[in-house]
């Protein structure tokens, strides 16, 4: 239906950082993920895994902004 709308994912995703302050489609999917390990939501984060198509290791590397870092 987006597609529709808009023409393409990349018109929704400038439309998208447009109206939101230069945040991208990519800090959004961040953000939702890394809510979901913080809260220890693990059925959300067990959907994340099947509608982002990555395991959860990958999730927790990547998109998880909560990240402890070595020192």
Known sequence: MV?????SSSS???MF????????LYDLRKC??????HEG???KINMLQY???HCLNTILKK???YNKVDV
């Open 3 to 7: 597609k529709c709308i808009l023409g």
């Open 12 to 14: 929704f995703g400038k």
């Open 17 to 24: 950082k447009s109206r939101f302050n230069d945040y991208n």
């Open 32 to 37: 939702v993920s890394s809510l979901a390990i």
């Open 41 to 43: 939501n693990t059925e």
């Open 51 to 53: 509608n982002q198509g």
């Open 63 to 65: 998109y998880n902004m």
